[in-house]
């Protein structure tokens, strides 16, 4: 066992379970908050891909043919790795059932395991189940609410790993791709995978490329000069991701985005394989914007770019930005709209166990 595999180990095996944050029975994760050493801790897990055997031939523009072996042919692979089935019913051609797989750390592993420790209450209400609101945000409300959050964070040290990835050479053995030219750092940008993918089943392909830029914090900050800039990192994505991976991908077949409100405010693109379903609101709308559309953007919003937008997005009540200032925002807007204030809804629970809650709506 490796020295970082052992402290790992150490660390998770050290947790004490205090709540669950957040299940997703359609994303199959579960988020966990605890104690590691007296301090807060979160534990993400989430099942892992079925590994499956498939050999497909890539054929290139010249004529020649490589196969590309997605997975090896052996016990672990999907039917092969059935151990113990049972039946739950049946109807005419249908059957439904449960299985148990043989695992396999380096196959067939069962799920894939995130730890964030010391977890800070941002963390926490990050991963939190929580309500969600569309909120519509102006410039205005931009430079007074949502800029100045930014700027705490920086004052706070919040992106200092970032800053490790980046300069300090954080991470250095999951990096898939590192352009950082001498006579232009400015252009420079590191691609490696998010921690949501298990860096082996590309139909879950998830890349992360980190520009090395540190004016851009949101495309709030991209500018009409951004255009060619945005268009040439775009078309270098296209170009290298395929090719990392020996061309078991398409450029075509790669969803290229950014996310706004962003999780971390350092100017960072999403690239996905684009039949990836389990992103969850990572690739909904209110949330994702095709980089694409960035770049066509600035072709119309005139020189201050993204600042002159209007931008919707969904955010959760446990977002800080919430309380300092979109709750009312959100409450305006809907009245300046026009829209009818809902009426009060108290949700009361009976005391008996298992009881359903029943709704009542007041009246008045």
């Not at 004016?215 to 991209?222: A, E, G, T, V």
């Not at 990192?233 to 996310?259: M, Q």
């Not at 994702?288 to 002159?308: R, T, Y």
């Not at 931008?311 to 026009?338: F, P």
Request: overall charge negative.
């Amino acid at each position: 066992m490796s020295q970082s595999d052992a402290k790992f180990n150490s660390l998770v095996s050290k947790f004490r379970f205090e709540r669950v944050l957040n299940s997703n029975p359609q994303t199959k994760t579960v988020s966990l908050l605890g104690l590691i050493d007296g301090q807060p801790a979160i534990i993400t897990l989430e099942k892992t891909h079925f590994s499956f055997d498939e050999n497909e031939v890539h054929h290139s523009p010249d004529g020649r043919s490589t196969p590309v072996l997605y997975q090896r042919e052996n016990e672990y692979s999907c039917i092969n790795a059935l151990q113990e089935l049972k039946q739950l019913a049946s109807n005419d051609i249908y059957y439904w059932g449960l299985a148990i797989l043989r695992q396999n750390m380096e196959h067939n592993p069962t799920a894939r395991l995130n730890l964030i420790w010391p977890a800070t209450p941002v963390h926490v209400r990050k991963f939190e189940s929580q309500q969600l609101h569309l909120v519509r945000e102006t410039p205005k409300t931009y430079l007074q609410i949502v800029k100045p959050y930014i700027d705490e964070m920086y004052e706070a040290g919040r992106l200092k790993w970032v800053d490790n990835i980046l300069r300090e050479g954080a991470e250095a053995d999951r990096v898939v791709y590192k352009d950082f030219p001498e006579d232009n750092k400015r252009d420079g940008f590191v691609i490696l995978p998010d921690m949501k993918w298990d860096g082996v089943n590309l139909d879950a392909l998830y890349l992360v490329a980190i520009v090395y830029r540190n004016d851009l914090k949101s495309i709030r900050d991209l500018r009409s000069q951004d255009r060619d800039w945005l268009k040439s990192l775009n078309n270098k994505i296209r170009s290298i991701v395929p090719a990392c991976y020996n061309y078991a991908l398409r450029a075509d077949e790669l969803r290229i985005f950014v996310h706004y409100q962003p999780s971390y405010y350092h100017f960072h693109i999403h690239i996905v394989n684009i039949k990836h379903p389990g992103l969850n609101d990572g690739i909904a709308a209110g949330k994702a914007i095709l980089l694409d559309d960035v770049i066509e953007s600035l072709n119309h919003l005139g020189p201050k770019g993204f600042m002159n937008k209007t931008i919707t997005y969904v955010i959760g009540e446990n977002h800080d930005l919430w309380e300092r200032g979109l709750r009312h925002v959100v409450a305006k807007q809907l009245e300046q709209d026009g829209i009818p204030k809902a009426p009060k809804a108290v949700r009361e629970f009976s005391e008996e166990e298992g009881d359903e809650p029943v709704l009542q709506v007041s009246k008045k």
